[in-house]
């Protein structure tokens, strides 16, 4: 079970989550080229190890573990993965 991103992130875009990751599952960093332009951070569900390091430190409590995650904020676990299908492309 993967961690995921939602809605509270949109627009905040804290990384403090993405330094307490200890696998760098979680993109764009601040100084990755899409930081700017991407509404949100996003959780690689492929990548990450289901630690939970990176929900006590995000300041807006946009992360929850994907079973945990509430029902009005669903789409986003595919938002998620379908930002790293993206990529693969």
């Known amino acids: 079970m993967a961690y995921v991103i939602a809605e509270p992130c949109i627009g905040v ?3 403090a989550c993405v330094d307490a990751c200890p696998v760098d ?5 601040k ?3 899409e930081f700017g332009e991407a ?6 569900p492929l990548e990450c190890i289901d630690c939970g390091a990176c929900v006590p ?7 929850f573990a994907q079973d945990d ?4 904020w669903a789409k986003f676990a595919a938002s998620n993965a379908g ?3 993206a990529e693969a492309k």
């Open 83 to 85: 930002h790293y299908a």
């Open 69 to 72: 995650l509430p029902e009005k």
């Open 57 to 63: 430190v995000c300041p807006v409590a946009a992360i």
């Open 39 to 44: 509404a949100q951070l996003y959780i690689n």
């Open 31 to 33: 100084h990755e080229a």
């Open 13 to 15: 875009k804290d990384t």
């Open 25 to 29: 599952c979680i993109h764009p960093g």
